[in-house]
Nanobody, 126 residues
Framework: QVQLVESGGGLVQAGGSLRLSCAAS????????MSWFRQAPGKEREFVAA????????RYGDSAKGRFAISRDNAKNTVYLQMNSLKPEDTAVYYC???????????????????WGQGTQVTVSS
């Protein structure tokens, strides 16, 4: 059984930075694309960033482009999300997810993911 555990969330002032981590156990982490999504209160869960199984392809949602960076360390079974220049509108619960398809580019759609973490809260104050 695959388990994903996020960490690194917290309270930060606007303009600050946070680095989220997602540690995976079970399964073969290096064979699957990984993604970050987020969900703000009253809103749908939205795509933030995705990285391919090899780490060679990275894709970002519009809200993340130019400010966030996704990376992975297959030796540590961990995917990261570096978030810079944070804004109050980035406040949300951030989830990591594994793409269901093996050797994929990383999912940009929720329905393309088969395992999810429990989420980590990020709050950006103005």
């Amino acid at each position: 059984q695959v388990q994903l555990v996020e960490s690194g969330g917290g309270l930060v002032q606007a303009g600050g930075s946070l680095r989220l981590s997602c540690a995976a156990s079970g399964g073969t982490f290096s064979n699957y694309g990984m993604s970050w999504f987020r969900q703000a209160p009253g809103k749908e869960r939205e795509f933030v960033a995705a990285v391919s199984w090899s780490g060679g392809v990275r894709r970002y949602g519009d809200s993340a482009k130019g400010r966030f960076a996704i990376s992975r360390d297959n030796a540590k079974n961990t995917v990261y999300l570096q978030m810079n220049s944070l804004k109050p509108e980035d406040t949300a619960v951030y989830y990591c997810a594994r793409e269901a398809k093996i050797y994929g580019l990383g999912a940009t759609l929720r329905d393309s993911c088969d395992y999810w973490g429990q989420g980590t809260q990020v709050t950006v104050s103005s």
